[in-house]
Structure formats: C-alpha cells, structure tokens
T-cell receptor
C-alpha cells in the first residue's frame, strides 16, 4: 500500500523564483494537510483540504503561498515569489474520517532551500 | 490559543531502560491526542492515537496515557532499544476547528547500545 508521495525531495532555488511542491495522498483518504517544519517554529499547519475543498488556510503565511487540490489524488503548494525565509521542510499528510478522525499519514517531505 | 509543550527536549538513556516522555497542553477541549515518531530526514509516523474519551492506548512496548482535565499525556517506552532513537512529537486536535492539529516541539531520544 503506497504511502503519501511528495516531490521533489529536495529543491534549491534562487530568491524570487516560483516553487511548486507536489503531493499524492493515500488512496481513499479525503483529508489532505500541508505542514511546514523549521527549527525555530517547529511543525506548523499551513492549510488542509476535505474532499478537495480548502477548509482552513489560516496558517498560510502570506499571499505568496497558495495551495490547490484539483482532484482527490493530487495537491500542490506554490510559493511565488520565493524568499530565503521560506526555507524549510514542507510535509504533506493525508487522513480520513471513519466515525472518528483517523491518524495522519505523512510523506517524507520536501526540503526547500531558497538562496 | 492551544499550546503544546514537551519535556524534556532531549534525553539520552542506556539500552534496556524504561522511560517516560511528557506532553502538556493548555486547552483541555481536545478531540484526540497523537504521539508521532520522526526519524532524521523522514516524515512523521503515527505511533498512538488517544481519543478524548480514552485514558490510554498501548502498542507493543509503547503505552500512552491521557489526563485531559490536567492537560497532560505521557508516552512510556519499555525496555528501550537503539532503534527507538528518534524524535517523538505529541500533537492535539481541538474539539472545534475541524482537523486542525497543534504539535509540540518534540523530545529527541537517544538510546545508547
């Protein structure tokens, strides 16, 4: 059973460039989450979707960040324009509701470095 | 605003020792609490999930307890092994606000062979 798949695993780009992170959730999961992890702030929820619809984007830091989920098997997190302070590890996770909220399953993350 | 604190920040123990990791949260109105493990360069792996109505959950050598009224949870690891070395994170999901999850900073565990 494939887990959550994220790409790319590593991304190094220059300030001002557009960055697109991709995520494929576990099949059958109807919740998808985007997190950011840094040494200073720990793990922060950026946005989550239910049935492809954004439910809570209050964690998205600025308008430079946007996320989409065009279908149940794919989501993107885009940063445009990117800045050095966006450097972090970005995780995607998916989950489901089966009478109760089920555990979240995480991908291995994308390590983003903005020069 | 919900805050999650984990103590200690780091812990080093000899192999075979039993140990306890602590997690505290400021708002007791939670839906559930989860313990995760994170290995270097990897994502998080869910270890145990405790619903707000439960007091504890067990999986193998791991036992997690929840005292919602006092805002505390503990993760007990029995007979620790070098393979247990990782960062352990506690996370709470509030009663309201849907699936939103707030994480602690984690406890970095090192088990010496």
């Amino acid at each position: 059973d494939a887990g959550v798949i994220q790409s790319p695993r590593h991304e190094v780009t220059e300030m001002g460039q557009e960055v697109t992170l991709r995520c494929k959730p576990i099949s059958g999961h109807d919740y998808l989450f985007w997190y950011r992890q840094t040494m200073m702030r720990g793990l922060e929820l950026l946005i989550y979707f239910n049935n492809n619809v954004p439910i809570d984007d209050s964690g998205m830091p600025e308008d430079r960040f946007s996320a989409k989920m065009p279908n149940a098997s794919f989501s993107t997190l885009k940063i445009q324009p990117s800045e050095p302070r966006d450097s972090a590890v970005y995780f995607c996770a998916s989950s489901s509701f089966r009478g109760t909220r089920q555990p979240q399953h995480f991908g291995d993350g994308t390590r983003l470095s903005i020069l | 605003k919900q805050e999650v604190t984990q103590i200690p920040a780091a812990l080093s123990v000899p192999e075979g020792e039993n140990l306890v990791l602590n997690c505290s949260f400021t708002d007791s109105a939670i839906y559930n609490l989860q313990w995760f493990r994170q290995d270097p360069g990897k994502g998080l792996t869910s270890l145990l999930l405790i619903q707000s109505s439960q007091r504890e959950q067990t999986s193998g050598r791991l036992n997690a307890s929840l005292d919602k009224s006092s805002g505390r949870s503990t993760l007990y690891i029995a007979a620790s092994q070098p393979g247990d070395s990782a960062t352990y994170l506690c996370a709470v999901s509030p009663n309201t606000g849907g699936f939103k999850t707030i994480f602690g900073a984690g406890t970095r565990l090192f088990v010496k062979a």
